[in-house]
């Protein structure tokens, strides 16, 4: 049979129901999923080193003759160990397989084998347990890929099935760039591509591969894009029209920073500018603690006015609280009646809020999830607003706006990104930035340290819980990871050199062992507790509140706390291994803690980081606008790592993932394929 993109896995050789089953697991259904299934690093088998010069615990290649037949002997446990002696004339080597006696007839005395493993050094003799051989000839991939995997089917397992059917030769993978682009931007064929990401010959290749596969990614998103960006202009809107905004105005408890009031225009001339041609589709970017409520009640309010209905959806059932609470009272003073709907609201609630907002009865509705449900219905839905954006998919939010004919869009975001960049990102979006705080806000006063003030960093953290406050301790990694010789396929491309690989990976902090010193040698008199993402929902929440409820003096945690976490007793946050760290994630770590009325420190532990990183970390010192840390971001690092570490954020709104990691560092790469995608749209 032919085989295209779209041929289901099950026609494979060698898919059954089960294996088909364990590929769907990680999203693979057909052809085109599994050859776009890519690897997450590479075993650098070209990185060979002699006997004499092997460290103890590297894992490197060796290029060794097998000397004599293997010895075999049984161990303790039974397992049968065979043990063949190789050597590359600079030493020997023992090389142990366990249980695999067909050894004993495919490796043969006097061949020559590219060995592949971790080395044990026994003074001048090394050893190889269990490594992967291959026949040696100067033809062999330096590369060998390393797939996400599940349990039951493994890297290799996945590697094999992608091999047989590259070696085919008869699935044709269709260019889907057009060719001026593919030549003007001088990509490698797409088919070619996925060729060279799966059997690398060589750095440079893999780098060409991934700029090409990264720009396909790209520029499909931007017609995604460009297609929304049409459709809005052909869209119906709710007609508004200029109103008087003055008792909204006097009834704000401060005066609106500049931000806010170029916001609050911006939103107003949406609504009701004579000339409007399709509804408003806005978001509302800016730090947490900037002040994008007011900005959102103002366009509640112009909509009411007008005689339409609000609708403003939250995440959480807390955030939706919160927004209520602040804003029912001072509506009511303005004759707009406000209601709360959510998963919590009783039955009988619930009927009366369906009842208002059917008949008009209710102009502005906060709530949770609870306002997609298909029971709400409104009498005149004129506006739509989705809070903390990044939570909801494009479908929830579009499911709200079909509630109402031609209704208006409000979004608003806490994660700081450059203008530039929100600019094609959330290209179908207006965008607002409230780049400025409200007066009177005291900064998280931030340092950068290293080991030798971890003592006193202790000690303040100790005298903090004493005054009754408490702390965070963030970590880069949930368990310890082990140097297992991988390379992580975004650092593979030309750029790559041996000698950096040749460093030694650094041993960073995990959560849970890290939690456990701390609880057991550094603070045994005070209530430590742990966090991170690998545990269960009802887990999580648990230490959560006992931590809300001060409960747990310190808290260590991965980036897990970066959202929604609000406890304004913390004052100190203490960040190991800090260069490990994006800036914008920094800056988004640091505003867990400043949130009450205490003084709040952010403590950025890195030892020996390197310039870059020092550099990096000192911004994080001298500034608090996250806009500003956010730009130097993009420029040091380039778009593809910022966009990865706020993927979350990102992607929610416009499907941009990054299969391709490490490739886009060029951000006029991303504006050309956006160019492009315009073009041929
Ligand atoms: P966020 O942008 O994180 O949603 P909020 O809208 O919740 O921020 O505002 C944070 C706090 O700042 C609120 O208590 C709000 O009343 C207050 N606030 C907002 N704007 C101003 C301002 N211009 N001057 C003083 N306080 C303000
Ligand atoms: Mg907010």
Redesign the pocket.
């Known amino acids: 049979m032919t085989l295209d993109l779209h041929t289901n896995i099950k026609n494979l050789a060698g898919v059954g129901s089960t294996r088909a089953a364990l590929l769907g697991k990680l999203g693979i259904k057909d052809i085109g999923s599994l050859l776009y299934h890519f690897p997450r690093a590479y075993e650098y088998r070209g990185n060979v080193k002699t006997v004499a010069s092997a460290q103890n615990g590297e894992t490197a290649s060796f290029v060794l003759t097998v000397t004599a037949p293997p010895s075999s002997a049984k161990t303790k446990s039974g397992k049968m160990i065979y043990k063949l002696p190789a050597t590359d004339g600079t030493g020997n080597c023992g090389v142990t397989f366990f249980n695999q006696s067909y050894i004993k007839t495919a490796l043969k005395v006097g061949a020559v084998y590219r060995f592949y493993g971790k080395v044990s050094r026994f003074g001048r003799q090394i050893e190889l347990s269990s490594p992967v051989y291959e026949p040696y000839s100067d033809k062999l991939l330096p590369l060998y890929p390393v797939y996400p995997a599940t349990e039951g089917l493994p890297s290799t397992q996945i590697h094999k099935l992608i091999s047989s059917l590259i070696d085919r030769g008869d699935i044709t993978v269709p260019e889907n760039l057009p060719a001026d682009v593919c030549e003007k931007e001088g990509l490698m064929p797409r088919n070619e591509a996925i060729r060279v990401i799966h059997h690398p010959a060589s750095f440079e290749s893999v780098g060409a591969a991934k700029r090409r596969l990264a720009f396909e990614e790209i520029y499909e998103f931007a017609l995604r894009v460009t297609e929304r960006k049409k459709h809005k202009q052909s869209l119906p809107f709710a007609d508004m029209k200029a109103c008087d905004c003055s008792p909204f105005v006097k009834m704000?408890?401060?005066?609106?920073?500049g931000a806010?009031k170029r916001t609050m225009n911006e939103i107003y001339s949406d609504l009701t500018r004579k000339d409007k041609t399709a509804p408003m589709r806005r978001m509302?970017s800016?730090?947490?603690?900037?002040?994008?409520?007011?900005?959102?009640q103002f366009a509640a309010y112009v909509t009411v006015q007008n005689g339409y209905q609000a609708a403003f959806m939250v995440p959480t059932e807390i955030l939706a609280k919160?927004?209520y609470e602040?804003t029912a009272p001072f509506f009511a003073q303005l004759g707009v009646k406000v209601r709360l709907l959510t998963g919590e609201t009783t039955a009988a609630n619930r009927r009366v809020i369906y009842e208002e907002l059917e008949n008009g009865d209710c102009d502005l509705v906060i709530g949770t999830h609870a306002l997609i449900t298909e029971k709400v219905k409104f009498k005149a839905l004129g506006l739509v607003i989705c809070?903390e954006q990044h939570r909801f998919g494009v479908a929830q939010r579009e499911a709200l706006l079909e509630k109402g004919e031609g209704a208006h869009l409000l979004v608003?975001s806490?994660t700081p990104i450059p203008r530039t960049l929100a600019l094609v990102l959330f290209g179908d979006l207006d965008v607002s930035v409230?780049d400025e705080l409200?007066?009177?806000?005291i900064p998280v006063r931030t340092v950068y340290r290293d080991e030798s003030s971890r003592d006193k960093i202790y000690d303040f953290i100790r005298d903090q819980v004493k005054k009754g406050r408490q702390a965070y301790i963030v970590c880069p990694s949930v368990e310890e990871t082990e140097d297992d010789g991988l390379l992580p396929a975004e650092v593979v491309n030309e750029k790559f050199s041996a000698e950096s690989y040749g460093r030694q990976v650094k041993k960073r902090k995990a959560a849970v062992s890290y939690a456990e010193t701390l609880a057991k040698d550094v603070f045994p008199d005070l209530r430590v507790g742990y966090i991170h993402g690998k545990l269960k929902s009802s887990e999580k929440t648990a230490i959560m509140a006992a931590f809300e409820q001060n409960e747990l003096d310190i808290l260590v945690s991965t980036t897990v706390i970066e959202v929604g976490i609000n406890v304004p007793n913390a004052s100190v946050m203490l960040v190991e291994d800090a260069d490990c760290f994006g800036l914008s994630q920094l800056h988004q770590l640091r505003g867990r803690v400043g949130r009450g009325k205490y003084s709040s420190y952010c403590i950025l532990m890195a030892d020996d980081p390197g310039d870059n990183a020092v550099s990096r970390l000192r911004l994080m010192e001298q500034e608090n606008n996250g806009y500003k840390i956010a730009e130097f971001d993009l420029k040091q690092r380039g778009p593809g790592d910022f966009i990865k570490e706020n993927e979350e954020k990102v992607r929610q709104h416009g499907m941009l993932k990054l299969r391709v990691a490490g490739a886009l560092d060029d951000v006029q790469m991303l504006y050309r394929a956006f160019a492009a995608a315009e073009e041929h749209s």
């Open positions: 704000l408890r401060f005066d609106p920073t806010q509302v800016g730090d947490v603690g900037s002040g994008k409520t007011v900005c959102a919160q927004h602040d809070d608003m806490a409230i409200p007066p009177g806000r």
